[in-house]
């Protein structure tokens, strides 16, 4: 596998199915932590920074404003758009936020598996998809029953699930306890090994023809498949 470097540093990701932004946390002179925030252009795999209202845009979409608000420190967060304009988000207090397309926010629920949080998430139809670390597993919860209807994973399947993102009818899910990411067919509920990695990876992206993957070392281009990981 051949990867290029897109920076390093980085603190959070977040995509669209069309966009991919990036965080890196520097410091100044006197020591004070600051945040720069960056587009990645898909095609030419150039950067370049923008305001953070932009790449808040790209991680919550039309609630980003409302999004930083209430949660004030955003780069923790993991953020699902809903299908009625609404939003999912995990704070940092580990529990999942729900907004309505006003920016209302509706409730705050602690989303468990045998006493271990859920991490990430995406949207499928009626339903959130979330990791469950701890558990080594996958949850699907209905956001109209408020709650979980089915559970697929074991430590065999899903070693230590992280980060998650839908393509299509497709979940990316990294786990960091193989080192690679899994493909997960959201209607056959099918898994399959997709990519390895010889670092664990947090969170993997495919937008319109490209692959993307943050590592413990940076943000990377998946330019070419093979068996052995190599960073350009």
Known sequence: MQLQLLARGVCDV????QSLAYAKKDT??????????????????????????AYLRVKFGELGARAADWF?????CRAA???????????????LHLFRPDGAHASAIPLLYQDAP?????????SLWCTVPQRNVLLQYSLAAREVRLRVGGSGVFPQPMGIF?????????CVGSKDVKSFDL?????????????APKKFFRIFRRHFVWLESGL?????YDKTPTET
């Open 72 to 76: 004030g420190e955003t780069l923790t």
């Open 220 to 224: 990377y281009a998946v330019l070419a």
């Open 166 to 174: 839908r393509q299509l009818d497709s979940a990316f899910v990294c």
């Open 187 to 199: 209607a056959r509920y099918e898994v399959t090994g997709f990519l390895p990695f010889s670092q």
């Open 14 to 17: 977040a995509a669209t199915q």
């Open 28 to 53: 100044k002179a006197d020591g004070t932590v600051f945040a720069s925030f960056f587009l990645c252009d898909w095609e030419t795999l150039q950067c370049r920074e923008i305001p953070e209202m």
């Open 118 to 126: 859920a991490y990430d998430l995406i949207c499928d139809d009626d």
């Open 81 to 95: 758009r809903l299908p009625d304009g609404g939003l999912a988000v995990i704070g940092a207090d580990f529990l």
